[in-house]
């Protein structure tokens, strides 16, 4: 429902310059409006509008909202004379010569005219598309944009074009700066150039302003900035509409997100589950170390959360290694101490497999059930217990701890009376499943894990809804990693360097993106350089991992590995997770230049383990000067929140998204990479809206 509720809330935001004010019902003074038909414009019938649906348009308002791709200022045009090798220009001139000529047989073509403006003549080509001959004729007065790509002749390949034609309308088109737009089969920048004019001549005087009275000084109206981002008046009107439009979108995820989070508190009381210690005491003194400082730091923080009063709904971050399993078992501990059962959830069978071995050497002699449930294993007692009728008093049975992947979800596991939920590497889940697994208690206190270092603007906008602690310190006693970049020239270096280490007695990782030769980019593949690999390193064993090998062959590599049976693992990012291995010193990573930095900040994770010094070696493919300079960022930092918002402003949010899971509504002008002063004032806006909302309690939801 809390998806549902997001996303509508943001798509009635969003379709707010017709359905009235607010998407806050307490706020919604004047009745919804409905979108008005991209059918009631002049020249938009029936098949007009098929072709505009393709494009996502359907209402006035989507039109409106439909972004320019790019600019042209039709002001003055370069002079074809003038132009420059590969750089994008557009001119104006008449067609004085057009024709096609047909080669292979008929079977291929170009279609060519000559564009003289007075300055020069350009030769524009489409190579294969004969019906471009329909469009032009003898005399045209023709725009052209495109890339110059041989000055002797001057010649364009499959430029864009517009015609201008006489009469009126040229107001719209020329003389000024106008939009380009993206086109769908059938229609033409000139018609939706034109569409988009008529379509703000009649309407735009009636956007409102979606918050009234809370629209900041500086920035322009809803309706200013509707208008400039299709006919900007100066270059720098676009960006300030694309900036008020970015900042309404990201308002809405705001709005959404904390009123969200205001009904969870207004519906709900978080159970006190702060314990008394009784487990706590004895799993400290036997745990073999001393919290670190961060670990106790957060630890407060949960605790505090957990004492009852508000559910708790937290994020831990902290980098590979930095110890949050343990932390997450004291806050078990504290719900199981108070009486309340305790669900962990974990995005792989294998992770939770791990999480259920490593909870049951530590609980099972403090007497607290653990429990399994994954697709192929669910522990016997667990089995039972699905017929516990949790709510019958006198049958309560003893709290326990389930794990499991997000089978916990399915309907028929019961998890007894749920104090806290806890999911591990949070990125892996939607949304929706967190929820789901949440709606299987009374709305138990949440616990949410990431490794992946999230930068501060997106923190906010995907776990906006969530408070965040950070563990910011690893433990103790870990020996140092170094990170080289090389190009693969250096690689006969590089092996004897591999080498060296391991007639130390040192493991090491190899890495190769691939797992069979997939022909393209000559990327490295793990199956095909396994046997040139351990030749290569003779005698030291190599071993070989990937993700098509059977479970128990997987299982068996990585025990052998383990136990220094081999000393070489050549892997695929596949051990980004699991692989717990002190003795491992060394890793090298082959066509480096494949994989965000996020990953392999991950990757390298799995060396620097045991107290020795760790290398890491990155090798860049070849020709790839400008990914080593990005690679680069790795040797100098091990600060996996620096380059996490290197890898951001890299390579953009995908990486952090992962797919739709994240329940955000696509942004059409927002930019999750680039826009972290927008969302910070967006989220003090929507603060102010909520208040706002406060002071009309006669319309409350
Ligand atoms: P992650 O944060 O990546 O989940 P883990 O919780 O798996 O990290 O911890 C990594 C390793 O560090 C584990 O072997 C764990 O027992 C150990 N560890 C955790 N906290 C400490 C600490 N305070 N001192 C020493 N070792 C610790
Ligand atoms: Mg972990």
């Known amino acids: ?150 000055l002797r002749p001057r010649t364009i390949d499959h430029p864009e074009t517009e015609v201008i034609e006489t009469g009126s309308e040229n107001s719209i088109h020329l003389n000024r700066i106008v939009p380009v737009y993206p086109l769908t089969e059938g229609v033409t920048q000139r018609w939706l150039r034109s569409l988009v004019w008529h379509a703000l001549a009649e309407y735009a005087a009636h956007i409102p302003e979606p918050w009234p009275g809370q629209k900041p000084a500086d920035v322009p109206s809803q309706q200013e900035a509707v208008r400039m981002l299709h006919f900007p008046a100066e270059s720098d009107d676009a960006a300030k509409a694309r900036a008020r439009l970015a900042l309404d979108e990201f308002v809405a995820l705001q709005l959404a997100i904390q009123s969200r989070r205001k ?102 002699p403090l007497g607290i059930p653990v429990e399994l449930c994954t697709g192929s294993r669910k522990t016997a007692s667990l089995r039972s217990s699905t017929l516990n009728v949790p709510s019958s008093k006198e049958a309560t049975p003893a709290p326990k701890l389930v794990i499991g992947t997000h089978a916990l979800i399915e309907e028929s596991v019961s998890l007894g009376q749920l104090g806290l939920v806890i999911i591990d590497e949070q990125h892996k889940f939607g949304v929706a499943q967190r929820e789901r697994l949440l709606r299987k208690g009374h709305y138990p206190h949440l616990l949410v894990m990431t490794a992946t270092p999230i930068p501060r603007t997106l923190g906010l906008t995907l776990y906006g809804d969530l408070d965040i602690s950070v563990i910011d310190e690893l433990p103790a006693g870990r020996g140092s990693i170094k990170t080289f970049v090389r190009g693969p020239e250096k690689l006969p270096k590089v092996w004897a360097f591999v080498r060296s280490k391991l007639a130390e007695g040192h493991q090491a990782y190899v890495v190769y993106p691939r797992v069979e030769d997939s022909g393209s980019g000559g990327l490295k593949a793990v199956t095909r350089e396994w046997s040139a690999l351990q030749k290569q390193l003779d005698p030291c064993k190599v071993g070989l991992l990937h993700g098509r090998l059977p479970a128990e062959e997987k299982e068996r590599v990585m025990a052998a590995f383990r136990d220094g049976g081999l000393a070489v693992l050549l892997a695929t990012p596949l051990i980004e997770v699991g692989m717990d291995v002190p003795n491992a010193t060394v890793m090298l990573i082959e066509n480096a230049e494949q994989f965000g930095l996020a990953q392999l900040h991950q990757l390298r994770g799995r060396i620097g383990r045991g107290a020795k010094e760790s290398f890491c070696i990155l090798i860049a493919g070849p020709k790839s000067k400008e990914s080593e300079k990005r690679l680069q960022i790795l040797a100098e930092t091990t600060d996996g929140f620096k380059i996490a918002e290197a890898d951001l402003q890299l390579r953009g949010p995908g990486d952090f998204l992962g797919q739709q899971q994240s329940g955000l509504p696509p942004l059409r002008f927002g930019d999750l990479a680039n826009d972290g002063p927008l969302i910070e004032r967006a989220r003090v806006l929507a603060a102010a809206m909520m208040e706002a909302a406060e002071t009309y309690p006669d319309q409350g939801a």
């Open 263 to 364: 009904k969870l508190y207004a519906k709900a009381k978080g159970w006190p589950c702060t314990g008394d210690n009784r487990w706590m005491k004895p799993f400290l003194a036997k745990l073999g170390f001393a919290l670190t400082e961060a670990q106790t730091k957060v630890l407060r923080e949960l605790r505090k959360d957990m004492a009852g009063g508000q559910p708790m709904r937290r994020l831990l971050q902290g980098d590979v290694g930095s110890g949050k399993t343990v932390v997450a078992g004291c806050c078990a501990l504290m719900a199981l101490e108070s009486g309340f059962a305790v669900a962990l959830m974990a995005p792989t069978e294998i992770l939770a497999e791990q999480h259920y071995q490593n909870f049951r050497r530590w609980f099972e």
């Open 1 to 150: 429902m809390h998806r549902e509720t997001f996303k509508l809330n943001f798509e009635v935001r969003i379709g707010c310059l017709y359905r009235g004010a607010m998407s806050l019902p307490a706020l919604q003074r004047e009745p919804a409006r409905k979108p008005i038909p991209l059918t009631e414009l002049r020249g938009v019938g029936p098949e007009r509008a098929s072709q505009l649906a393709r494009l996502g348009l359907h209402a006035v308002a989507d039109l409106f909202l439909h972004r320019p791709r790019r600019y042209e200022d039709r002001r003055r045009f370069r002079e074809i004379a003038a132009l420059a090798l590969d750089e994008p220009a557009t001119v104006r001139g008449q067609i004085v010569a057009l024709g096609i000529k047909r080669y292979a047989r008929g079977a291929k073509s170009v279609f060519e005219f000559i564009l003289d403006d007075g300055t020069g003549r350009l030769h524009c080509r489409w190579w294969n598309l004969p019906y471009m001959e329909q469009y032009f004729k003898q005399g045209d007065d023709v725009l052209v944009y495109g890339k110059v790509h041989s």
